[in-house]
Structure formats: C-alpha cells, structure tokens
C-alpha cells in the first residue's frame, strides 16, 4: 500500500462529544452482536440469573464496542480515503486518535473484566479472544495483506452466541460451536455482497478485498458457493437434535431464499448494471436471515420449554 493510497486523517479541531464516541462502537453492527448473544444466551439449556445474564449481554456489547474503536483507531488513515467512512470521528477531524485508542482499551479490558469477576473466566477468555481476533487478527494481519481477510476473519463477528451459551452453561458443547460456524460461513457473502458495490473505495486504499483483487467474476460465484455451503450448517442444530423442527424449517426456508437471491448475483456479468440491485437486495437479505435465524432458535427453545413443540 502506497502512502499515496491514503488520505490522512484531519486533526481534531472541535471537542468530541459522546456521540463521536458512540459512534467508534460501530453502533448498527453492534446491534448484531448484541442480538446473536442474546439469543445465545436465551437459547442455552439451564438458567442464568437475570441481572447476571444482562451484565455478560452488557459485557458482549462492551468488548464489541472496544474491538470497533481500536479497529477505527488503526484504520483511520484508511478511513481517511473511503467515502463510506470518511465521516466517521477520527476521519473527520472531531476526534483525536489517542483518545480513540485509550477509549477502546478502556472498552475492552473493562468488558473482560466484569464478565470474569461477574460471570466466569471461560466467557470472559473468549470475550477476550473475540477482541483480540477483530482487533489484531483481522483488523491489523488479515485485512490490509488477504482477500481471505473477510473468509478468515469471519470468525471475528462469530462468537457472541458462543459466549452468551457460555455466559449460561459454563461449557462449551456442540451446539454454540454450531452457532459460531453458522456466523462464519454467513459473513463471506454478507460482506461481499457489500463489497461488489463499494469495491472501487477498497481499490482506492489498497485494501485487498476479493472483488479488487480476484475480480467479480470470482466473488459472484464464491458467494452463491459460501450461500450453499451455509445451508447445511444452518440446519445443524437440528439436525443434531439441538433444536426441533420450528428452528430447522424455519432456517431451511431461510437458507433456500439465500440460495436464491445469490444466484442471480453470481449469474451477472461484471458492470452489468452499476445500480447492482441483486447485490443490494442480497445484502440487505442477509442481515434479515442473521436475525430471523436466531430469532428462531429462541422461539424454538421457548415453545419446547413450555411444552408447545
């Protein structure tokens, strides 16, 4: 990468108020991350304490906001030279980026810290490993040198229901195992959906994302491969007996439509269409599929508790 590629970022010249620092918390991903641990959490055979299950749901939100910082704090530069990202704080010239550094670590060895002493260590371990895998992992070593960045780093975004089952159980099973690989397969054509209509802002700053590097040829056809291959994986649970045909219905209907609208993606030659609707729509889909799919778990785990399934 050239310095070249990059705009530097402006100097803070105004007082940061607390949305700037709402908004290095990634605030519409971290909606994700809360839910999908949530649902973990709520999904988990056993009980958990009601305060204690909000304070290692608090601590999830916590560790991702942490992550999210570091990972603007690092990338601001990058930042710098993309329209998508160029009015985020640091970019923007309304934050400094020490105090950006200081507020993720802040985030992160607090969150890790609660949910040890509040919940238990094998959670907060892997809270812990969740920050340093978005934050490190993905943000500093697989971003700015692989196109796999996204494939690899998936795994980044993966472990919030890991953790709320964990929060519950104290253990690690089969099952939020499953929950984790469900995430992981999901995040390749989430994201490059994103990235085939924001590829030329990637190219600009020398980020090896798949479509700048291996074409969209390439990319259109490993979404519709990474859609199918997310099927079986989303059907697992029950398929394991992990969950009863409420949930493995729902998401086999869900996994089909994925199939579905990816197919028209990998089918499009590129420069096709610039406005790139297939791929907006399929993006669009995917977070609508993330939620309903672990909005199913719980439902499932609900009506089986009280008999109804």
């Not at 002493?117 to 943000?139: D, E, N």
Request: charged share 10%; aromatic share 10%.
């Amino acid at each position: 990468m050239t310095a070249n590629a990059m705009t530097q970022p402006a100097t803070a010249t105004l007082p940061a108020d607390w949305r700037d620092f709402f908004a290095l918390t990634k605030p519409r991903v971290m909606s994700l991350v809360i839910f999908t641990g949530l649902c973990g959490l709520l999904a988990a055979p056993g009980s958990i304490n009601p305060v204690i299950g909000f304070t290692a749901i608090l601590c999830i939100a916590l560790g991702a906001g942490g992550a999210a910082t570091l990972n603007q704090w690092f990338e601001a530069d990058i930042d710098a030279g993309m329209k998508r990202t160029a009015q985020r704080p640091i970019p923007a010239g309304r934050l400094q980026r020490t105090d950006a550094r200081d507020f993720g670590i802040l985030l992160s060895v607090t969150s890790v810290g609660i949910m040890g002493l509040a919940v238990h260590w094998l959670a907060a371990g892997i809270l812990a490993l969740s920050i340093v895998y978005y934050a490190v992992i993905y943000t500093i070593w697989l971003k700015p040198r692989t196109p796999q960045n996204i494939v690899i780093g998936g795994g980044a975004g993966a472990f919030p229901p890991l953790i709320g089952w964990i929060a519950v159980t104290g253990e690690i099973t089969l099952m939020p195992v499953l929950l984790f690989a469900i995430i992981f397969m999901w995040t390749p054509p989430h994201f490059w959906a994103l990235a085939l209509f924001v590829q030329t802002d990637y190219a600009k700053v020398g980020i090896p994302m798949m479509p700048v590097v291996k074409g969209e040829r390439s990319t259109r056809r490993q979404i519709l491969i990474y859609a199918i291959l997310l099927a079986p994986v989303a059907v697992a649970p029950w398929l394991i007996g992990g969950t009863a045909a409420v949930y493995g219905i729902g998401a086999l209907i869900l996994s089909l439509a994925f199939i579905a609208l990816s197919i028209p993606v990998a089918m499009r030659d590129a420069g096709e269409d610039d406005i790139m609707k297939p791929e907006k729509k399929l993006f669009a889909f995917s977070i609508l599929y993330l939620f309903a799919l672990f909005a199913l778990l719980v439902i499932d785990r609900v009506m089986a508790q009280y008999g109804l399934i």
